[in-house]
Nanobody
């Protein structure tokens, strides 16, 4: 079992930056590939970024490439998402997720554990 708690969301103007963090507790953090997803009102949960359990491989949704950076801090059992050049269409609840195994993945169904989410609102 892994417990995930997101933080760092908030209200920001378009063009601004935010850094989301996800604190993991429970089983060994290195046993899991990790991901960030988001869900806007009335829409399905959507893949944003994923990182392998070693941190050596990352994968991004096309619309966030070059603006978002996913990283993991093994010493602190923390997953991060640095977001810059934010756009109103990035507004959503952002979720941290963990999946058993080494590889990145984009499908929500491949993840085993989820955080409660943190709201990101980008104003125009």
């Amino acid at each position: 079992q892994v417990q995930l708690v997101e933080s760092g969301g908030g209200l920001v103007q378009a063009g601004g930056s935010l850094r989301l963090s996800c604190a993991a507790s429970g089983r060994t953090f290195n046993n899991y590939a990790m991901g960030w997803f988001r869900q806007a009102p009335g829409k399905e949960r959507d893949f944003v970024a994923s990182i392998s359990w070693s941190g050596g491989t990352t994968h991004y949704k096309d619309s966030v490439k070059g603006r978002f950076t996913i990283s993991r801090d093994t010493a602190r059992n923390t997953l991060n998402l640095q977001m810059k050049s934010l756009k109103p269409e990035d507004t959503a609840v952002y979720y941290c997720a963990a999946r058993i195994g080494p590889a990145v993945a984009t499908a929500p169904g491949l993840y085993n554990y989820w955080g409660q989410g943190t709201q990101v609102t980008v104003s125009s």
